[in-house]
């Protein structure tokens, strides 16, 4: 008699979470939203803390110059580094890298003593942590979601991730205005520390083990054999190379200089990016109930908007026409991350997820050195006004040709990834362990 009692009281408690949600999608969503609350607010921390040391937009670009350029360097290594050693390592080891990074950036700022050169170097140490971060964390969850539940995983743990954003670029640059840069670096290497530690505790024992391969550069050529046999694959690469880079010297240059010029200071910007972050739950909670047939034709088709802000910046509209335009750019940026996702974990074999991923953010982030090097010169050419309208005129002409190509316009959704050859997902970790969601491009 107590038995049937006993599991009637436990039901509630089991059916509490969906299927997807499991021990590692917990701990993963929990230190993204950690380190997102951290990352968004030293962005514009960073870019202050440059201003306040007497840089101009010169200095803005080449600080973030050397934080996307060895991003782009060490990319491929840490895609194949991993696809053969534990991914958790790799994550907890590059969150350690970012904590310490930005612990002495942080120091720096908050004595008056960083120099351009030091902001450069530690910049460039938290690039190199990302490098090897994200093709693990992007692989990880992709590699644990059901093909059946994986875009709506996907679009929740999006959701949370961009929720974290609204909350990190508010504060940020509320903080900023108020405290000063250098308190900000200190809570996003606080925040690193905590998501390292929720890191550690993930469990890859569900993992399938790796064959033997014949070394690194092997790994690679593999790699790219897959990504290049996808037109689908590297001509939306190639178009976010060129879509990337230009947001990258939009948001870490132009922005924070129209900002300042035009709209008052730190704070408006603060809320426009914190608009874009709701823009993008809003296209996540979107995404949990739509499922488009043709994933990427969508996907593509709402990429038209993310040169909305670019152009608001070039006009310049007010602080209220900056944050409409951001958050219209955000819920669209989000509906072609959950196909774009979904299309990669229906389509890539799960073991090649990590290097496949790679050549990704490889191609994604390849130009973002070049152009914020150059968003500084380019102003001082063309002028404000008319650099911005040039990178909304570009973004719009490359997303415009890359709907040329017919797998974009036709590869379809498949009902059950899991028996069409996709990306098979790990069993669960444990007894009570369910399979994850699966990550965005902000970890």
Known sequence: MT??????????????????????YVLLTAATIVTNLGTHGALIATTWAVFE??????????????????????LLIGGAVADRVP?????????????????AFAA???TGEAQIWQMMLLTGLCGTGQAFFNPAAEAMLMSSVTGEQASRAFAVYRMAMHGAAIGGAALGGALVAFVGPGWVLVIDAIGFAVAGGLRAFLDVSGTPDRAPGGGLFADLREGWQEFIGRPWLWSIVAQF???????????????PLVARDELGGSRPWGIALAAYGAGTVAGAVLMTRWKPRRMLFVGTLCVFPIALP?????????????????FVSGVAIEVFGVSWMTTMHQEIPEEKLSRVSAYDWFGSTALLPLTTAVAGPAESAFGRSEALWGAAVLMTVVTAL???????????????????GGAVPAPPAAPSADPEGALGRNG
């Open 3 to 24: 038995r049937p009692a006993a599991t009637s009281r436990r039901s509630p408690l089991r059916t509490r979470r969906p299927e997807w949600a499991g021990r590692n």
């Open 53 to 74: 040391s007497g840089g101009d937009a010169g200095d803005a670009g080449l600080v973030a110059m050397a934080r996307f350029l060895p991003l782009v360097v060490f």
């Open 87 to 103: 991914r958790h390592r790799v994550m907890v080891a590059a969150n350690a890298l970012n904590c310490v990074s930005q612990a």
């Open 108 to 110: 720096l700022v908050l």
């Open 241 to 255: 190379s060129v879509v990337v880079g230009l947001i990258g010297a939009v948001e870490s240059v132009f922005g």
């Open 310 to 326: 670019s152009a608001a910046l070039a006009v310049p509209l007010d602080a209220a026409g900056l944050t409409a335009a951001m």
């Open 402 to 420: 890359v709907l040329l190509v017919p797998d974009v316009r036709n590869l379809t959704r498949r009902p059950h990834t899991k028996e069409t």
